[in-house]
């Protein structure tokens, strides 16, 4: 009939779940009630610090808004974004491995995914290959370039980039208001699968900690930051999307990023460039800053 | 430096905590960590599910006001609230067992506690023994009665009953706006330990299903109701307070609480009765009904 031990308790839960239709739904929610049930036996949680939890869930729901996603930030912080992005693209390996391992080629790993964050604005307009997409943008002038391949080294020809950053100050367009597009675009690959485009070096900053989140995160004694990093999406028909970032070497907090996004393999050496001519021809009266990162798409399968 | 597989950033999570003065917040938000992580991971969750639980909780978290407390709803029909009362009884026992278990006396457990819900409201009128405390309220007169004792069967004189529960068609004086208190007391326990009263017997009704646990609930398959039961605080100096209730033996739902709160030890058979003389000598005009209940407290550690 009803719950005589927390073991009992638990089964009951469980069982209530079998009238559910959606197979999957059922799953997510019994293996959520297990885990869920297991953390508050194991940790020995009291009425109180179970009503603190309730409180502070509150709260992050009460400091969502159109602008602001506090839930997102607490998956973020607690690594589990990070989880959800690796979990994905496992899944797309494991999909796309079976026909390619009977081939011949030798393969490399597709570029490593990470987080998307909160700052992606659909829509970024297309910039020619070259162009610099961060005008009158605050910040050191840095030359990109690398290729688009497939994981046998094929380049692949007009691939897109979806690219955007913060300021040199770690300031998003959208984070002021009424701000237009800026450090954002797209871009192609030539027929050879290569890129380059002019913007700036990013730098580390806080995520939002005035809300609940930083209060945690304060009690956690964690600092806020993430390191200078640059986003990109790449895009191309036949292969796995890939959401990444690069990350820029010796940035402060690079080995202890807040939402846990960075990959060793995703940090680039930032190369120091004295004014003259840049690789691309373009003259620069004043210091600049050169990163290269090739990236390598997964066949989709 | 940084996670390299979704174990590596598990463990990044966890040493993350390791900054914190406070241990117990510490304990609690690593043991959160370990089980989401696990969840996320035996789930092996999607960025859409992600997605969907993000907005989920954010609903929750919106639908929360002064009158209203989602994620106390969500967390009673996933059986977490009663997990923790669960938790609290068996932390008080294992307190007092040390210096009881010293004595000769036979012990007999304690009367099981159960969810507090969301209906109590402090500062009930104390009535006399004996006294009807839901004069004029819908629903078919009970008269309830038996003892409090400590788990030696010494009789509690003068502990204090705190008792409410919904009308004959399952609603609270909460949950009218503007209503005054119907249905409560409080009652203390004559030299004996004895305890009469006259009320309403209690039948089911539905947890509310307007907010995002509803569809939860329907999603699932479940359906939102609680059966028939009474609310009762029992404090005494000198003893563990105990927040219980009975149910009603037969009660639709009684196999199938929505919130889990139903335990063997708590079902009442409330017993019929013709028109006639109750056994407190009051004359009934109309049919009424019986239940009778022992409480047993434990002895503070």
């Known amino acids: 009939m009803t719950p005589m031990t927390e073991d009992d308790l638990t089964q009951a839960v469980l069982a209530r779940m079998a009238e559910s239709t959606d197979p999957r739904f059922a799953e997510i929610m019994r293996l959520l009630v297990k885990h869920l049930h297991a953390f508050v036996r194991e940790a020995d949680l009291t009425p109180e610090e179970w009503m603190h939890g309730i409180q502070f869930l509150t709260q992050v729901g009460q400091a969502c808004t159109d602008k602001r996603q506090e839930f997102i930030l607490l998956s973020d912080t607690l690594g589990v974004s990070m989880m959800v992005v690796m979990l994905e693209q496992l899944r797309a390996v494991r999909a796309g491995k079976g026909p390619k391992a009977q081939g011949t080629v030798p393969m490399t790993e597709a570029t490593e995914a990470t987080v998307l964050g909160p700052f992606y604005w659909e829509g970024a307009p297309e910039s020619p290959l070259g162009a610099d997409i961060a005008p009158g943008v605050k910040g050191e002038p840095t030359f990109y370039s690398g290729r688009v391949t497939d994981t046998r080294g094929e380049p692949v020809a007009g691939a897109l980039l979806d690219i955007w950053s913060g300021d040199g100050d770690g300031f998003y367009d959208m984070q002021i208001e009424g701000a237009e597009m800026a450090a954002r675009a797209r871009i192609r690959t030539d027929a050879d699968g290569?890129?380059?485009f002019w913007s700036i070096r990013p730098t580390y900053y806080p995520v939002?900690?005035?809300g609940p989140v930083g209060r945690m995160l304060g009690a956690m004694g964690r600092h806020p930051n993430r390191p200078g990093h640059i986003h990109l999406l790449v895009n191309a028909?036949?292969?796995v999307p890939l959401t990444t970032q690069l990350f820029v070497a010796n940035s402060p907090y690079i080995d202890s990023d807040a939402v846990f996004g960075v990959r060793p393999s995703l940090v680039v050496d930032f190369e120091p460039h004295q004014p003259g001519?840049?690789?691309?021809g373009r003259?620069?009266?004043?210091?600049?800053?050169?990163a290269h990162h090739d990236f390598r798409l997964e066949r989709a399968a």
């Not at 001519?277 to 691309?280: K, L, R, V």
Request: proline content about 19%; aromatic content about 20%.
């Open 237 to 239: 028909p036949g292969h």
């Open 277 to 280: 001519t840049a690789p691309d």
């Open 283 to 290: 003259r620069m009266d004043r210091p600049w800053w050169s």
């Open 194 to 196: 290569r890129y380059w």
């Open 208 to 210: 939002p900690v005035d």
